[in-house]
Structures are given as C-alpha cells and as structure tokens.
C-alpha cells in the first residue's frame, strides 16, 4: 500500500492513515436531516468524502462505506430545543413525518448521482435502529452516565474525561455555547439528551383545521414514550454496522463541538473502547459576505435552483469544489461556478482532442511517473487541486496521446468528473462514413488527390477532416463535438 497521509481532527495534525482491519477501511459520513432539499453547502460535504472514498479505493482499500439519513430525532437548536425537524416538515406540508423522510431521502439521493458520487454500500435510517439505541442508553445508564428531566434522559459530560478532546476548545467556551439554549434542568450546560419524552402539550396547540397536532414518530422505552437524541442516532448505527471497524468518520467542521464530540462521549463510556481512529472535516461553503450557508438562515440554494435551472452542469459544482482544498472555507458565486462550468468544458475539449486514441488508450500502460505524481497529490491529505493540476502536466506533455488518456482517464477514477462521456463518438449518417472511409483507403494507398476530393465532398455535408497521428478524425463543422475517427488499423 501508498502511504496515505490524512489531517485528523482528533490530534490536529496529518497522520499516516493506518486502517485497523489490513486492506479494508471502515468509513462513516454523516447523512442529511431529511426534512428538506439538501443545499450545495450540504453537498460540498458529499463531494469532499466522495474524494475520500475514491482515493481510498485508488489506494486499493476495501471500503465499508456508511451514510446515515436522520429521519427523527434533530430538533431544530442542536442542543436539545425546539421542535423535531421532521415534524416542523410534515407540518409544512401537510403530510407524514414519514412521507417527508421518503420524499427528502429520494431527492438527496438524486442530487448526489448528478455529482457523480459514489452511493454507501449501507444507507440507514434512525428509524430502523430504535432498539439498537435504547440498548446503548441502557448502557450508559447502567454505567452511571445518565439523568432523568421532566423532558427525557440525559448525559451528564461532566462525568467523561477530556469530553473536549475533540473540539480542543477550553470546557467553559464549550459551555458558554451550550447556554444559548437553556434548560434549567441540565447539570451541566453541555449536556445532552439521549432520549426525549413525547410533549404532553401538543407543541402546536391547533392546525390549520382546528384539530389538535400530536407527535407523529414516538415509541415505548424503558424511561417513557418518546425517540431518540439525534447524537445517539450516530453510535448506535455506526456501531451496530462498522463494528471493529471504526477508522474514519466524516462530516462538516459545524458538527465538531456539538455532535460528533457527544458521539465520541457517549460511545467511549458506553463500549470503554476508542471511537474512530480518524475525524475529517470539511470547512464551510460561504455565499456574500463570508457568510455560512444553512437552513436555518433562509439563504440555501439548492442544486436545482442553483445550478440545473440556470442550465449549469451540476459536474461544475464538482469541478469547483475540486478546485478549494476540503479544509478550506469554499466561496460560491454564480460567476465562479460558470468559470468552473468553462473549467470543465476545456477539460472534455482537451480529451477529446485525444479521441482517436481512446480504443488504445484502454489498453494501453499509464505513465509511472505521472502517476507517483498523482498519487502524491491525493495522498497528501486529499490535495485535489494538486491533482488537477497534475491531469493538466499530463495533457500538455509530449506523451504520445494514448498514453495521456490513459493517465487522464484513470486520474478520473478519483476526480470523479465523468471524462470517460465526454469521449463517446456520436455514429456519423451513413453517407459520410462512407466517404471517410473510402478517404482513409486513398491516404493508406497515398492517393493523395482522391484523398482530397473525398475530403471536399465530405465538407460540403457539414463537416471537418483533420488528419492526426493515430488517423482520421471527422467532426461536425463548427462543433467541438468528435463525431467519429478512422485509423489505419481500422481499415
């Protein structure tokens, strides 16, 4: 194996990524609240652990990929306020809470097949998974960990040690954010619930209809009916699927001081074992101003309003974000991302400049020395803006074009853009394929002035001759298109 060098949360610094199961990589990467359309700030997120996987799998680990979708659980404050976000949805919108998580889950699921990314090898949803949280509940209760409110159970932090390991701030400014949320009962302002007891009020006293709303997702447990905390959600599943393979957990760099801290706290005094080796993060994608995109500020753009309606490729999303490293703040404008879309477009010109050597290219070697390069980039902490430049070092070398091909079109197998469609020849109408065979006969025969006849009759149909190394190619006239290539061998 390469060594792979990862920048892992949990210690600050690049690590060489060791997996605890040889040649096999346990991967975790928190999924969307299914409430509403994911926006492109959620979707760098996706992108940045598709990255992940893919070079894990360039590496030639065997990946366990698993991606959680919250269909319960997250109330609308992160530290335990608020109503449950899948209610706050179906209330929207007049339907179940479960419709909204069937109906939210296939749209995410769209959105992440336009990115070409890769989908988990195990999606799961909280809800199928309520025993296996009350069990870890149970747990933690029987260990001393827990407290029972009027409103639920809850963990009390103050009885795990180095509970900010992870977010390396001072316990009092973590405490200081948890105040933003009040809860008189809480020990301790960090605190969290692991399981909410159903609201003997209504949380909305009348609907539209004047007939009392009550809470669609409840079930029994040991300490009353009600669901579960939305942390409790992550250590269940990820425990109950990965197992002893807990190498890496992924997620946006907002859920490091709340979320994935309570995942760790929880866990650790649950099991008495460490919770995953390796914590990555991304950094947030910001519209004007500096500004985060979130829901919650009413400022989202989604992939279809951003991108699809403006007629922008979704892939030049992707290209940008390949273009910021992960931990790097990301700056969206719809000026940037067509500048990304022209990217991409020169990216598939360049390829397809190359086309008539793509037959060969398939079978073809790819240059050692590019790929040590390549590697190097990726393995350097995910570094895809190295790696796009190195594609670029690789398309204006002198290497024969097969060979480039080769090396950009493995290159892709990481960088995910899709170049392989950017290739496929359209079938040239029958009258011109004719003649451009017919011309590729005279040329091998070096009948070179019915070669050039041949080549004013197909011009005069629509479309250009150029002559390359590895043959013939006909494209349509004033298109960047490849329409079709003739080689020699072919004839």
Known sequence: MNKLFLYNSLTRKKQEFKPIKKGAVGLYTCGPTVYNYAHIGNLRSYIFEDILKRVLLYNGYKVKHVINITDVGHLTGDMDMGEDKLEVGAKREGKSARAIAEFYTNAFKKDIKKLNILEPDVWCKATDYIKEQIDLIKALEKKGYTYKTSDGIYYDTAKFKNYNKLSHLPLEKLKEGARVEKNLEKKNPTDFALWKFSPKIPLTPFDKGGKIVKRQQEWPSPWGVGFPGWHIECSAMSLA???????????????????????????????????????????????????????????????????????????????????????????????????????????????????????????????????????????????????????????????????????????????????????????????????????????????????????KKIEKLGYLVEDTKDGQRVIKNNCRIVISSVSEKSL
């Open 241 to 455: 699927i990965l197992k002893d393979q807990l190498d890496i957990h992924c997620g946006g760099i907002d859920h490091i001081n709340v979320h994935h801290t309570n995942e760790i706290a929880q866990s650790e005094a649950a099991t008495g074992k460490k919770f995953f080796n390796f914590w990555l993060h991304n950094a947030f994608l910001n519209i004007a101003g500096g500004k985060k995109m979130a829901k919650s500020e009413e400022n989202f753009l989604t992939l279809e309003n951003a991108l699809i309606k403006k007629g922008i490729n979704p892939l030049a999303f992707r290209f940008a974000a390949l273009g910021t490293h992960y931990r790097k703040p990301m700056e969206y404008s719809e000026e940037g991302i067509r500048a990304a879309g022209n990217g991409l477009k020169h990216l598939g010109n360049q390829m397809r400049d190359l086309t008539p050597a793509l037959s060969l290219a398939r079978r073809g070697s790819i240059n050692a020395d590019f790929k040590k390069k390549f590697l190097e980039a990726i393995n350097d902490d995910l570094n895809m803006p190295q790696a796009l430049a190195v594609a670029q070092e690789v398309l204006k070398s002198k290497l024969a074009d097969k060979e480039k091909l080769a090396a950009v079109l493995d290159f892709d197998k990481v960088l995910g853009l899709n170049l392989a469609s950017a290739l496929k020849e359209k079938k040239l109408p029958a009258q011109v394929e004719k003649l451009a065979e017919a011309r590729q006969a005279a040329r091998n025969k070096k009948d070179f002035s019915k070669s050039d006849k041949l080549r």
